[in-house]
C-alpha cells in the first residue's frame, strides 16, 4: 500500500472499524442499563477504544515484521 489510494483506503477502513465499534460499546452500555452513559462513561468508552487501535497499529508495525520474518 506504498500508493496514495491505498494509503486512503486504510484510512478510511481504520476510521470505519473505531467508529462501528464505539457504536457497539455505546449500544451495548444502553442495553446493560438502559439509559444513555454519562459524560465519562461516553469519554473513557472512545478512548478505550482509540488506545486498543493504537495499540494494536503500534505492535502491527513494531512486532509483527520481526515475528514474520523468522
Known sequence: MKSEVGRVLISAALFDNIFWLFLLALLSSM???????SALAFTMMLTKVIAFFTVTGLLSVHVYPHISSE
Open 31 to 37: 442495553l446493560a442499563f438502559g439509559e444513555l452513559p
